[in-house]
Protein backbone atom coordinates (compact mmCIF):
# COMPACT_ATOMS: atom_id res chain seq x y z
CA UNK A 1 0.00 0.00 0.00
CA UNK A 2 1.94 3.20 -1.36
CA UNK A 3 -0.70 5.47 0.23
CA UNK A 4 -0.07 8.83 -2.31
CA UNK A 5 2.75 9.38 -4.75
CA UNK A 6 3.98 12.12 -6.36
CA UNK A 7 5.85 12.64 -8.89
CA UNK A 8 8.50 14.17 -9.57
CA UNK A 9 9.90 15.36 -6.28
CA UNK A 10 11.76 18.87 -7.93
CA UNK A 11 11.03 20.36 -10.97
CA UNK A 12 12.25 23.27 -12.87
CA UNK A 13 10.48 25.33 -15.61
CA UNK A 14 11.39 28.36 -17.96
CA UNK A 15 8.18 30.79 -18.23
CA UNK A 16 5.75 30.02 -20.37
CA UNK A 17 6.77 26.37 -19.90
CA UNK A 18 4.26 23.38 -19.55
CA UNK A 19 4.01 20.46 -17.64
CA UNK A 20 1.58 18.04 -15.33
CA UNK A 21 2.42 16.90 -11.91
CA UNK A 22 1.64 13.28 -11.21
CA UNK A 23 -0.46 12.39 -8.49
CA UNK A 24 -1.63 8.51 -7.93
CA UNK A 25 -3.23 6.78 -4.74
CA UNK A 26 -3.80 3.60 -3.79
CA UNK A 27 -6.51 3.59 -1.52
CA UNK A 28 -9.70 3.86 -3.59
CA UNK A 29 -10.35 7.13 -2.38
CA UNK A 30 -12.89 9.06 -4.67
CA UNK A 31 -11.82 12.48 -3.23
CA UNK A 32 -8.75 13.69 -4.20
CA UNK A 33 -6.94 17.35 -4.10
CA UNK A 34 -4.15 19.69 -5.36
CA UNK A 35 -2.65 22.34 -2.93
CA UNK A 36 -0.01 24.69 -3.10
CA UNK A 37 1.99 25.82 -0.39
CA UNK A 38 3.53 29.30 0.11
CA UNK A 39 5.40 31.02 3.24
CA UNK A 40 3.10 31.98 5.65
CA UNK A 41 0.00 31.23 3.68
CA UNK A 42 -0.87 27.91 4.83
CA UNK A 43 -2.32 25.54 1.76
CA UNK A 44 -4.33 26.88 -0.64
CA UNK A 45 -6.51 24.75 -2.66
CA UNK A 46 -5.98 24.37 -6.51
CA UNK A 47 -8.74 21.47 -7.58
CA UNK A 48 -10.63 18.95 -6.69
CA UNK A 49 -12.21 15.69 -7.31
CA UNK A 50 -14.66 14.02 -5.87
CA UNK A 51 -14.72 10.81 -8.46
CA UNK A 52 -13.83 9.72 -11.76
CA UNK A 53 -15.06 12.11 -14.21
CA UNK A 54 -15.76 15.17 -12.02
CA UNK A 55 -13.99 17.66 -11.09
CA UNK A 56 -13.83 21.11 -9.41
CA UNK A 57 -11.95 24.49 -8.73
CA UNK A 58 -10.80 25.28 -5.46
CA UNK A 59 -9.53 28.65 -4.17
CA UNK A 60 -6.55 29.39 -6.41
CA UNK A 61 -7.60 27.76 -9.77
CA UNK A 62 -6.01 30.23 -12.15
CA UNK A 63 -3.56 28.47 -14.59
CA UNK A 64 -4.16 25.33 -14.00
CA UNK A 65 -6.05 22.29 -15.25
CA UNK A 66 -7.05 19.20 -14.00
CA UNK A 67 -8.83 15.62 -15.19
CA UNK A 68 -9.91 12.75 -13.51
CA UNK A 69 -10.52 9.50 -15.61
CA UNK A 70 -9.68 7.12 -13.35
CA UNK A 71 -10.12 7.02 -9.62
CA UNK A 72 -6.50 6.29 -8.93
CA UNK A 73 -4.90 9.28 -10.72
CA UNK A 74 -5.35 13.28 -10.64
CA UNK A 75 -2.67 14.94 -12.41
CA UNK A 76 -2.31 18.98 -12.16
CA UNK A 77 -1.59 20.67 -15.66
CA UNK A 78 0.36 23.89 -15.84
CA UNK A 79 -0.21 25.11 -19.39
CA UNK A 80 1.73 28.27 -19.54
CA UNK A 81 3.95 28.28 -16.25
CA UNK A 82 4.42 31.83 -14.63
CA UNK A 83 7.43 32.38 -11.87
CA UNK A 84 4.35 33.32 -9.86
CA UNK A 85 4.12 28.96 -9.29
CA UNK A 86 7.12 28.59 -7.70
CA UNK A 87 5.47 26.79 -5.12
CA UNK A 88 5.31 23.31 -3.07
CA UNK A 89 2.60 21.25 -4.70
CA UNK A 90 0.38 18.90 -2.50
CA UNK A 91 -1.66 16.17 -3.68
CA UNK A 92 -3.92 14.26 -1.47
CA UNK A 93 -6.85 12.05 -1.02
CA UNK A 94 -9.43 10.79 1.29
CA UNK A 95 -12.73 9.34 1.82
CA UNK A 96 -15.58 11.63 0.36
CA UNK A 97 -17.53 12.44 3.59
CA UNK A 98 -15.86 15.11 5.94
CA UNK A 99 -14.82 13.40 9.08
CA UNK A 100 -12.18 11.36 7.75
CA UNK A 101 -8.57 12.78 6.91
CA UNK A 102 -6.88 13.59 4.33
CA UNK A 103 -3.41 11.37 3.09
CA UNK A 104 -0.94 13.72 1.44
CA UNK A 105 1.64 12.85 -1.04
CA UNK A 106 5.46 14.13 -0.11
CA UNK A 107 5.08 16.71 -2.30
CA UNK A 108 6.78 18.06 -5.31
CA UNK A 109 9.00 21.80 -5.35
CA UNK A 110 8.45 23.46 -8.47
CA UNK A 111 10.60 26.72 -9.25
CA UNK A 112 9.52 29.05 -12.48
CA UNK A 113 12.26 30.92 -13.90
CA UNK B 1 -18.07 29.78 4.63
CA UNK B 2 -15.51 28.27 7.04
CA UNK B 3 -12.24 30.07 7.84
CA UNK B 4 -9.41 29.13 9.94
CA UNK B 5 -7.43 31.74 11.62
CA UNK B 6 -4.19 30.22 13.56
CA UNK B 7 -3.67 33.34 16.10
CA UNK B 8 -0.02 33.03 16.26
CA UNK B 9 2.27 32.51 12.97
CA UNK B 10 5.58 31.62 15.74
CA UNK B 11 5.87 29.71 18.99
CA UNK B 12 8.46 29.19 20.93
CA UNK B 13 9.17 27.34 24.16
CA UNK B 14 12.16 25.74 26.06
CA UNK B 15 12.06 22.30 26.05
CA UNK B 16 9.81 20.20 28.81
CA UNK B 17 7.25 23.21 28.60
CA UNK B 18 3.57 23.00 27.48
CA UNK B 19 2.74 23.87 24.37
CA UNK B 20 0.04 26.08 23.53
CA UNK B 21 -1.21 26.70 19.46
CA UNK B 22 -4.37 28.50 19.09
CA UNK B 23 -7.02 27.91 16.08
CA UNK B 24 -10.48 29.92 15.89
CA UNK B 25 -12.63 28.89 12.82
CA UNK B 26 -16.19 29.88 11.50
CA UNK B 27 -18.36 27.40 10.00
CA UNK B 28 -21.61 27.37 9.17
CA UNK B 29 -22.62 24.10 9.83
CA UNK B 30 -21.02 21.57 12.39
CA UNK B 31 -17.72 21.20 11.03
CA UNK B 32 -15.15 18.65 11.51
CA UNK B 33 -11.72 20.19 12.66
CA UNK B 34 -7.73 18.90 12.18
CA UNK B 35 -4.66 19.34 12.92
CA UNK B 36 -1.86 18.62 10.69
CA UNK B 37 2.22 19.03 11.78
CA UNK B 38 4.79 19.27 8.83
CA UNK B 39 8.27 18.69 9.74
CA UNK B 40 11.05 20.74 7.56
CA UNK B 41 11.01 19.74 4.05
CA UNK B 42 8.42 16.83 4.52
CA UNK B 43 4.88 16.24 3.57
CA UNK B 44 2.18 16.69 6.12
CA UNK B 45 0.71 14.35 8.69
CA UNK B 46 -2.42 14.02 10.69
CA UNK B 47 -1.92 14.68 14.49
CA UNK B 48 -5.55 14.33 15.59
CA UNK B 49 -9.01 15.32 14.91
CA UNK B 50 -12.39 16.11 16.42
CA UNK B 51 -15.83 15.11 14.50
CA UNK B 52 -18.77 15.52 16.87
CA UNK B 53 -17.56 12.71 19.63
CA UNK B 54 -16.00 13.60 22.60
CA UNK B 55 -14.55 17.53 22.69
CA UNK B 56 -11.58 16.53 24.30
CA UNK B 57 -9.60 14.87 20.76
CA UNK B 58 -6.18 13.00 21.99
CA UNK B 59 -3.57 12.75 19.37
CA UNK B 60 -0.25 10.86 18.47
CA UNK B 61 3.10 12.14 20.20
CA UNK B 62 1.15 13.45 23.41
CA UNK B 63 -0.68 16.08 21.68
CA UNK B 64 -4.35 17.44 22.53
CA UNK B 65 -7.01 19.68 21.15
CA UNK B 66 -10.77 20.84 22.89
CA UNK B 67 -13.37 21.55 20.90
CA UNK B 68 -15.00 24.74 22.33
CA UNK B 69 -18.40 25.49 20.32
CA UNK B 70 -18.99 28.55 22.66
CA UNK B 71 -15.39 29.94 21.67
CA UNK B 72 -15.32 28.66 18.45
CA UNK B 73 -11.93 27.21 18.92
CA UNK B 74 -9.54 24.14 19.08
CA UNK B 75 -6.09 25.21 20.47
CA UNK B 76 -3.72 22.53 20.09
CA UNK B 77 -1.73 21.34 23.53
CA UNK B 78 1.32 19.19 25.11
CA UNK B 79 2.33 19.01 28.58
CA UNK B 80 5.74 19.06 27.91
CA UNK B 81 7.47 20.07 24.62
CA UNK B 82 10.50 18.03 22.91
CA UNK B 83 12.66 18.75 20.04
CA UNK B 84 11.20 16.70 17.80
CA UNK B 85 7.92 18.90 18.16
CA UNK B 86 9.86 21.71 16.05
CA UNK B 87 7.77 21.90 12.86
CA UNK B 88 4.65 23.29 11.49
CA UNK B 89 1.60 22.87 12.64
CA UNK B 90 -2.05 23.80 10.33
CA UNK B 91 -5.30 23.86 11.78
CA UNK B 92 -7.95 22.63 9.15
CA UNK B 93 -11.69 23.02 8.90
CA UNK B 94 -14.08 20.59 6.99
CA UNK B 95 -17.36 21.07 6.31
CA UNK B 96 -19.77 18.52 3.94
CA UNK B 97 -21.21 21.08 1.13
CA UNK B 98 -23.64 19.90 -1.49
CA UNK B 99 -20.99 18.11 -3.54
CA UNK B 100 -18.58 17.14 -1.71
CA UNK B 101 -16.54 18.99 0.88
CA UNK B 102 -14.10 21.50 1.13
CA UNK B 103 -11.29 21.82 3.67
CA UNK B 104 -9.94 25.21 4.57
CA UNK B 105 -6.11 25.48 6.02
CA UNK B 106 -5.16 28.03 8.45
CA UNK B 107 -1.89 29.95 7.91
CA UNK B 108 0.23 27.87 9.84
CA UNK B 109 2.16 28.07 13.32
CA UNK B 110 5.76 27.26 13.33
CA UNK B 111 6.93 25.82 16.94
CA UNK B 112 10.48 26.61 17.77
CA UNK B 113 11.71 24.14 20.75
CA UNK B 114 14.89 25.53 22.64
CA UNK B 115 16.96 23.36 24.27
Known amino acids: NAGVTQTPKFQVLKTGQSMTLQCAQD?????MSWYRQDPGMGLRLIHY???????DQGEVPNGYNVSRSTTEDFPLRLLLAAPSQTSVYFC????????????FGPGTRLTVT | AQSVTQLDSHVSVSEGTPVLLRCNYS??????LFWYVQHPNKGLQLLLK??????LVKGINGFEAEFKKSETSFHLTKPSAHMSDAAEYFC?????????????FGAGTILRVKS
Open chain 2, 92 to 104: VVSEEEEYGNKLV
Open chain 1, 49 to 55: SVGAGIT
Open chain 1, 27 to 31: MNHEY
Open chain 1, 92 to 103: ASKELASSYEQY
Open chain 2, 50 to 55: YTSAAT
Open chain 2, 27 to 32: SSYSPS
